[in-house]
């Protein structure tokens, strides 16, 4: 037990640190983080909204979670990302529990399980970011965990954990919808495979439905009686929600892109796995990650819109899935003779990785606190596991997660180039402009959006000429409309020109500034 509460407080470091390093704009999606913000700024917690508009795309599970992160951090780029660090971290205590019940109480596959699920790619950066994809698969996840505790567990323990997979799975569809009802095919086609599928107390299953239908219903009864419903259902059936398309075949290269670097030991235990195929079938936990894998994946294969981010709820069961197989190989067989070499080299590799962002400071003259913290704790985790450990998987999957860090301290040092807005923000604020003083005039909608975050207000848009008030102080527009803007501010008025990162200059934005 020990263990594993290191284990959760070293996923707390990983998720939090360095949280609120980029401005929500890379990489982040400023949607999301606005339409919470707006939940505060209406206080109306049933309909939510964008840039003042019904917002439809998504339930509204994340943003309430994003409001009260608000309340408690503030309107910050730490406070839209806390949810998804915290519901990362949660998905980790997940992982141990599920592990340790699925292989009998075995400590060294639910350690690997942990190591394989914090240090992959995808897991960990989407944890860092405002979107709401982690929090979904964590709680999509929690809910197939809950099923299969209370599959093998008995009476009191059955009721509550069937009890929590219909919570799970009803906040999950509160926070993406009925996607959400994958996880029932995923045990319907369980129960079908397992012999003892008898004994699952369907009756209590079906019973605790009840749950689902609490969890969820008081979200929807207030929305039919919202004054706006009718106006919400329009929205929702004129709008394109899901729009990214790729090709068939997209799951298949990406999955193994995005599940780096835990793929490398999961293509090591392929053929250790089809040897052991009796023992895996007598092994429930086995078979439930497996089918759990395999429905997911064919599901979201057939939708039209495809994206990397989808794969999340799968990684759980892949982990447990590698780990189980990992630690029944032995490594010494394979490389006992340089056994040496190779723990010296990764000892290099190691020290090179965690010196990168103090590296990388100095070399751009620009000092960052977290790159100093990040060397030195990299330094010691690194000496520790060489010296101590001597757990060669443990060793790699800690290596990813310094360097992922270290690109993060990299990235946040690229900050200020990558944000236009953030330049466009700053040039206001350094003036002393607030938000009522602000007019936007038919500027691109991702300006108005990220700029009422950081002003923490919805900005004033006109798409007519603007009659200028008393209380005007500067106009944001495109260059299409520059000269008309200069027209009515006059001729002592000033502007300044913000670039466009991506070299599109229809999307630059002018700042015109009233005398």
Known sequence: MKKFLVILFFA??????????RTLENQDNMRFAEVGREILETGDWIMMHLSGEIYVDKPPLHFWNMAISYKIFGINTFGARFPSAFYAIIGVAGILFFSYIADKGNQKTAIYSAFFLLSNY???IYARTARIDIEFSVLFSLSLISFYGGFIYRKGKRILLY?????FNGMAFLDKGPVAFIALLIIILFLLINRKAADAGLKILVFTFTVFILTVIPWILLLLSHNKFDEYIYMLKTSKIMTRRENFLYYFYAFPLNFFPVIIFTSITIPFLWKSRKEIYGNSGLVFSIIWFIVYFFVIHLTSAKNARYLLPIFIPCAFITAWAIQKISFRNIYHKTETYCSLIAFIFGVLISITPLIWIIYKKEFLPNAVILT???LISVFYLHTRLKDFI???????????????????????QLSYNLKLYNLLKDKNIKAD?????????EVRKKLSFYFNKLLTQRDEIPSLSANTKVIITSPAF????LKIAGDKSSYFKIKNREGQEELDVYAVFIK
């Open 437 to 445: 003083e602000i007019l936007l005039y038919k500027t691109d909608p």
């Open 394 to 416: 443990i060793f790699t999957c800690i290596l990813c997660i310094i360097g992922f860090l270290s690109a993060d301290i990299i990235r946040t040092s690229f900050n200020s």
């Open 163 to 167: 009890s929590l997979f219909w919570f």
């Open 376 to 378: 030195f704790i990299g």
């Open 12 to 21: 707390s470091f990983i998720f939090l640190f360095n949280l609120d390093g």
């Open 122 to 124: 995808a897991y960990i």
């Open 482 to 485: 520059l000269d008309n803007i």
